[in-house]
């Protein structure tokens, strides 16, 4: 009797489930294990891998947004679009500046431009300049002053020539300015530590020194007694100190002073920052009498200030005016501070700095006597070389 069909069907479907499972009842090596599991493995990627990607995923996402490179063509239209912007741009900015320096030249003309109309009227009188330039920019000769922060200073300067000299023939009818040369300097100290305050150098103006060789020498021989034009050592030792003595280096340079008719002036160069005021007061201490037009001429009440290495310049004329300076040590411009016409004021300056029992700066008395010293052992009417 034959088996239908349906019945083989069956009973193959199952043989074929037991002998599955009698295999993986059975342990199997690990190795064949693996084998299989890797092949099956990438046996089920490759059968899976497929060239479209499937909706929303990373590659179909990235086809989708990823922009196309633009063509050559495109790139350089785009560069000769950015170029001719630039270009643009540059050409407002040129017109721009053309008209902005074109409107500055006809607002703001040229202050020394010469008029083309004829004025018959006189020229304004000469005014005294309140600011002056150094009159001569060559190198001149330093004299180191014993301190680093103020290490040397000029021996020559020059101040202007508002005042006659003692000396006739030194007249100069063009002459906007005076050689000043360098007698004497020394340092200012205050308080028992010996604080340097400020610099301080002694000038004479160069065609009045033969005035001041004769006055020096007239203090130890006498006019009635000799003609002397200059001192043998004997009478330079009696003629230093006379001027060392209190009294009676006080007579003589009062006298020189006052009826001398030289032209001298003070440099005054700070070692430390301090204002017009403070010099001002220790001025006014040295003869002690507050008058208005000294301290106006050092700016009154208000505090100016005196930086580090800034100058001060006091001139004395041949009349006995006194007049402030105060110069910018980078540039060697001089700004006129103030005139005191009373000669007494200024010879009591003087002296407060030449004689006396006490002085502002005993190292700067030495060094001025020293100065007079080889001042007088020259003929008179000689101009000394070397001062210092």
Excluded at 90 to 101: D, E, F, K, N
Excluded at 195 to 203: A, F, M, P, R
Excluded at 221 to 243: F, I, M, W, Y
């Amino acid at each position: 009797m034959q088996a239908s069909p349906l019945r083989a069907l069956v009973s193959k479907r199952v043989c074929n489930c037991k002998v599955a499972q009698q295999q993986l009842s059975r342990p199997a090596n690990p190795q064949f294990i693996r084998l299989l599991s890797s092949s099956t493995r990438q046996h089920v990627q490759s059968s899976f891998s497929s060239p479209v990607p499937s909706y929303g995923s990373s590659e179909m996402l990235r086809r989708k947004y990823q922009k196309s490179e633009p063509s050559n063509t495109e790139q350089e239209k785009a560069e000769r679009a950015r170029t001719i912007k630039r270009m643009r741009y540059s050409g407002y900015g040129i017109a721009a500046c053309t008209v902005a320096i074109i409107a500055t030249v006809a607002l703001y003309p040229s202050p020394n431009k010469k008029q083309s109309t004829i004025k018959l009227d006189a020229p304004p009188p000469p005014t005294p300049s309140t600011v002056l330039e150094e009159a001569s920019k060559k190198e001149v000769e330093q004299v180191p002053t014993g301190t680093s922060t103020i290490p040397s200073f000029p021996r020559i300067i020059h101040i202007s020539a508002d005042a006659p000299s003692s000396s006739p023939g030194a007249a100069n009818e063009g002459k906007t300015d005076e050689e000043y040369q360098l007698v004497g300097l020394g340092i200012r100290t205050v308080s028992i530590l010996s604080i340097q305050v400020y610099v301080v150098g002694l000038y004479v103006a160069i065609s009045d020194i033969a005035s001041l060789q004769q006055r020096l020498v007239n203090a130890v021989v006498p006019p009635s007694e000799s003609v002397a034009s200059t001192l043998v050592p004997g009478e330079k030792d009696q003629l230093r100190q006379l001027l060392l003595d209190p009294k009676r280096g006080e007579d003589i340079w009062d006298e020189i002073l006052k009826d001398g008719q030289i032209r001298t002036a003070f440099r005054i160069v700070p070692t430390r920052n301090t204002d017009f005021m403070h010099l001002r007061d220790g001025f006014d201490e040295s003869f002690g009498a507050a008058l208005n037009d000294f301290k106006s001429a050092f700016g009154g009440s208000a505090r100016r200030k005196l930086p580090k290495g800034e100058i001060l310049l006091l001139a004395r004329d041949g009349r006995g005016k006194l007049g402030v300076w105060e110069e910018t040590s980078k540039t060697g411009d001089r700004v006129k501070m103030g005139d005191i016409v009373d000669e007494r004021v200024g010879r009591l300056l003087w002296l407060g700095y030449l004689a006396g029992s006490t002085v502002s700066s005993e190292p700067a008395r030495q060094n001025v006597v020293e100065g007079c010293m080889q001042l007088v052992e020259r003929p008179v009417g000689t101009v000394a070389t070397q001062v210092v």
